[in-house]
């Protein structure tokens, strides 16, 4: 894919609007993970490097357009002056006459933050007159922020009507890393999907079902695939409405040749708690109020000698109720596993597994990329068009 690229714009003089994704979790003004913040980190040193004026944009949490201290990205401005020893300036909205005079006036290199685009309720409606306003503030526009791509707002698509486009460069490696692996893995090409929900990682699996050799599945996902295998799954969660779409998968994974592998052994409790009883049962022997809550000891290992053997692995989704220690164990095992495998090219995403890693101790070094977003990972890699890519396609 051919993008207009931050490193091809003429900088000299401009003011670049830097659409981040710095939604990241922040309690009593404490960022408790910096995953996001860091991952921009190298676009704005580019830009300080070749001295433009620098207004960093982005949303936090979900304020529907009103105004709130609890989602003020003021804490984000104190953390990054720590990050990259300069002043932030920021600013108390994100539009405005005074915004754009405080900016305009400003010496070369000075860094701005702006307040939470979702502070109004024309960010998420991608109002023009809104995305308008944003753009009289720079001279160029940059799109930093993967996680939010597929979103059509404002601040990550409506201002590329009035302002030139290109992408950063944490978004390049993005699209770099995730176009590679869909269009040269090499095999054999593992595919390890778990979480709750069936419907979000349906286009993937399609989209991937030819290319790739295994497909393991964990969480409700699985569940939900067991059900259409005919296994009673007891109270295990699962979406008995996907269970006919699961059928279906399952019989044109075996046209392909691709194996669609679900857990043959689970951890089962009544309870979803850590003081609940537990036990690792063989699927077929769920039943009653029983809850299949990780993957069990047999499943981890025939898993493990997949992955072990793998020249590329994408993995998304966690594979149990992993939050709770009781119920860690198969998506550690996994994690691990994954990150132990050196020869394969390893791609991860998605913010539980994210958290996976971490809970496994794991560092991102120790895989080929992290990916900066869940949701949009998951429809760049199913085939789907992204409206934050497309504006910047060369």
């Known amino acids: 894919m051919k993008i207009n690229s931050l490193k091809n714009a003429d900088l000299t003089g401009k003011k670049v609007f830097v659409r981040a994704d710095f939604n990241v979790p922040i309690e009593n003004g404490v960022i408790q993970d910096d995953t996001r913040i860091s991952a921009t980190l190298p676009t704005i040193n580019y830009l300080l490097e070749k001295n433009a004026k620098i207004i960093l944009a982005s949303h936090l949490g979900r304020p529907d357009g009103k105004k709130n201290e609890q989602d003020s990205l003021a804490p984000i401005a104190e953390y990054l002056e720590k990050k990259l020893l300069k002043t932030v300036t920021f600013l108390p909205d994100c539009i405005g006459d005074e915004i754009v005079k405080t900016i305009s006036s400003a010496e070369e290199g000075t860094i701005f933050l702006l307040e939470n685009t979702r502070f109004h309720t024309e960010e998420e409606s991608n109002d023009p007159e809104f995305a308008k306003k944003l753009a009289n503030l720079a001279d160029i526009f940059v799109i930093d922020s993967f996680g939010t791509a597929h979103r059509k707002h404002a601040s990550t698509y409506g201002i590329a009507e009035y302002l030139p486009a290109y992408a950063g460069l944490l978004m390049t490696r993005e699209i770099d890393e995730l176009s590679r692996i869909m269009t040269e893995p090499e095999h054999p090409f593992v595919l390890v999907l778990g979480g709750a929900k069936t419907e979000t990682k349906i286009p993937l699996i399609k989209n991937l079902l030819k290319d790739a050799d295994y497909i393991l599945l964990g969480g409700g996902l699985a569940n939900t695939f067991n059900a259409a295998k005919g296994y009673d799954m007891a109270k295990s969660l699962y979406e008995e409405d996907k269970i006919e779409l699961a059928r279906e998968i399952m019989l044109q994974a075996e046209m392909v040749n691709t194996q669609i592998l679900t857990s043959e052994d689970a951890i089962v409790a009544d309870d979803a708690t850590d003081s609940a009883e537990s036990i690792d049962l063989p699927i077929n022997d769920i039943e009653g109020e029983m809850q299949a809550l990780d993957i069990g000891i047999k499943t981890v290992h025939k898993y493990y000698n997949l992955i072990k053997d793998a020249k590329t692995i ?75 890519i497309d504006i910047i396609k060369a």
């Open 314 to 388: 994408i993995w998304n989704g966690p594979m149990g109720l992993f939050e709770i220690e009781k119920f860690a164990s198969g998506t550690r095992q996994i994690a691990k596993a994954i990150a132990a495998n050196k020869s394969a090219r390893t791609i991860i995403g998605g913010g539980d597994t994210i958290d996976a890693i971490k809970d496994a101790k794991l560092g991102f070094d120790e895989f080929t990329h992290v990916s900066t977003g869940g949701g949009a990972m998951l429809d760049f890699l199913g085939g789907n068009d992204l409206p934050g």
